[in-house]
């Protein structure tokens, strides 16, 4: 049964900290949905109702193109490992571009005002609506590790 919240609590933070990946979810008004992977290292949780995630080069830059035509985007969380959850974070994106006065100062709160290879962009996300269900549909998985592609790319 799917729970809402207006702003993430105790218990939604420390599950958001424990994940591996979340999936970010965008859309302009017309076309195509893009739901992109992530790794959750990338994510900061700057308050209840603020997060951040520094993005790194990928296939393409759609959901900053989204961004500028509707700041809707929505973040998923999903256990593959321990007691299944599903968490979703609802709001109002913005695209921070590499340097930038916003990214540079979000690097060095946030990030240690390190930049790892291949970052883009750093996405500002104001959360106005936290959302739980069971999960029970998701499966388990067993973590490896992180991919080196993109920074031998990079």
Known sequence: MAKQFARIEAEHHDFILRQRVFFTASAAPDGRVNVSPREAGSLRLIGPNCVAYLDLTGSGSETAAHLRVTPR??????????????????????????????????????????????????????????QTSCGYGVPLFDYRGERQSLERWA
Not at 100 to 111: C, E, Q, T, V
Not at 115 to 121: D, F, S, T, Y
């Open 73 to 130: 985007l929505t973040l998923m969380f999903c256990a593959f490992e321990g007691p299944p959850r599903i968490l979703r974070l609802y709001g109002q994106g913005r695209s921070l571009r590499r340097c930038s006065p916003a990214y540079a100062g979000l690097l060095a709160a946030h990030y240690a005002n390190e930049e790892p290879l291949g970052a883009h962009q750093i996405v500002l996300i104001d959360v106005d609506l936290v």
